[in-house]
């Protein structure tokens, strides 16, 4: 679409509009470089999580999209339950914040609700709360550094101010 137009006349916000219908696409830059040059830069999102939407796998995306996908190449952590991006999203910055490290993360659980389960890859189900997500992540960043709770199934923390913990 920008094959024999004049540089001078071309709009970067339709340069944009039409680069960002592509649903991968995480930021762009245009630079003009009269009298006939145009550079643009493109960052490709991350992408963070799988879920599944209408029997078809999706990417999650930094973006915030979804990206079908018609074959996982990543290992990344599948979600399950009927679970928007921005959901997501908000849960994966309050894991990033905390001392509690995403990559051990093998499942996430979204219910109804809005609330999250986390299944980490040495098989730990860890039941969250509602609300008060962040000083439940970091205590359970202490707990998981305890040598005395190195084999436990499951840490539930839905109950404020207190931790249960199961074999």
Avoid: C
């Amino acid at each position: 679409f920008l094959k024999n137009r004049n540089i001078i006349s071309l709009n970067k916000d339709e340069i944009s509009k039409k680069i960002f219908s592509n649903k991968v696409i995480e930021d762009v830059l245009i630079f003009k470089k009269y009298p006939s040059d145009l550079k643009i830069f493109i960052k490709k999102t991350d992408f963070l999580a799988i879920t599944k939407k209408n029997n078809q796998d999706y990417y999650i995306g930094s973006n915030g999209n979804l990206i079908l996908s018609k074959n996982i190449l990543k290992k990344l952590p599948f979600i399950f339950g009927d679970v928007e991006a921005e959901d997501f999203l908000k849960l994966k910055s309050q894991i990033d914040e905390s001392k509690f490290e995403f990559d051990q993360i093998k499942n996430l659980f979204f219910f109804k609700s809005k609330r999250w389960n986390i299944e980490t890859k040495n098989g730990l189900i860890i039941k969250l709360p509602l609300n008060q997500i962040d000083s439940s992540l970091n205590i359970l960043s202490r707990i998981m550094n305890e040598e005395q709770f190195k084999d436990k199934k499951l840490i539930d923390l839905r109950n404020n101010g207190k931790v249960i913990i199961n074999d």
